[in-house]
């Protein structure tokens, strides 16, 4: 199967993309850990793009485009599978990384989408950030980054539901239970994809199913 997820910083695509990879057996091409490993060894790679990431900037397309059609081209000769986590992040990455795919007959059949708030989001990643000491998990930082997504990242969701492939999920919840339900659903899907084409398929939105087993009427109890 082959994935991309899209969501804002801190919405779970490391701890989700690292799950759909074992499960599905498939790699986990990650572009912010393939940027920090280059700035953990000061390659010129890393030396250049250092400065941008502790900012929170994106760095230039050519680079992340490139590092992605390299890890492509493993994957393909790997069985062809793969989840793709932090990339695009830009309409023109969505366009370019899309005429690679078609070259190399890699093209996604899954967008995954994950939602949260953007409190939730500056809460885990400061949370993280005691832990791990990453140079772009200050608050300054981590709301310039949503800032980012919103204005530039965003907005590729939507072409992504035209194209039919995309899934929409509750990140909001517990991380055990949001990976529960994107195994449940790729699972589900996994046979159809190959056969189903683009054009016959529908965006799907999984948000309201906390709803749908009772969990606002529980949210909406009085405690005790
Ligand atoms: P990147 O590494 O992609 O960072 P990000 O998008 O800011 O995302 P994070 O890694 O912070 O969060 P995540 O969504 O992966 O969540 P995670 O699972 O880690 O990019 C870093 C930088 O590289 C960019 O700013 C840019 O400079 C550059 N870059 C990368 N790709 C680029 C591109 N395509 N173009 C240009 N530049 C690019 O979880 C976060 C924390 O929350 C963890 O502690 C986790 O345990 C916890 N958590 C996860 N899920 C839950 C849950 N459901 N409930 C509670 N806690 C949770």
Redesign the pocket.
């Known amino acids: 199967m082959r994935v991309l997820m899209i969501?804002p910083?801190?919405?779970?695509?490391?701890?989700q993309g690292a799950l759909i990879a074992a499960h599905l057996g498939i790699p986990h091409i990650?572009?912010?850990?393939l940027?920090r490993d280059h700035v953990a060894r000061q390659s010129d790679l890393g030396q250049a793009v250092q400065e941008?990431?502790t900012r929170?900037?994106?760095?230039p397309d050519e680079i992340?485009v490139e590092m992605v059609r390299e890890a492509w081209l493993d994957a393909k000769a790997a069985g062809g599978g793969y989840v793709l986590?932090?990339?695009?992040?830009t309409m023109d990455?969505a366009r370019a990384i899309h005429r690679i795919a078609r070259e190399l007959d890699m093209i996604a059949n899954v967008a995954l989408h994950l939602k949260a708030e953007d409190d939730e989001l500056v809460r885990?990643?400061l949370?993280?950030a005691a832990l791990e000491h990453r140079a772009?998990d200050t608050e300054e930082v981590i709301r310039h980054?949503l800032a980012l997504y919103h204005d530039v990242t965003h907005p590729i969701v939507d072409w992504y539901g035209e194209r039919g492939i995309l899934v929409t999920v509750d990140?909001m919840?517990?991380?055990e239970q949001?990976g529960r339900e994107i195994l449940t659903a790729l699972e589900v899907m996994r046979p159809l994809v190959d056969f189903v084409p683009e054009e016959a398929r529908r965006p799907i939105d999984l948000t309201s199913l906390g709803a749908a087993f009772g969990e606002a009427e529980a949210s909406a109890r009085p405690p005790g």
């Open positions: 969501a910083p801190g919405a779970g695509k490391g701890t990650a572009t912010g850990d940027l941008r990431l929170g900037e994106l760095v992340v986590d932090g990339m695009p992040r990455q885990r990643l949370a993280r772009d980054r990140a919840r517990p991380a949001v």
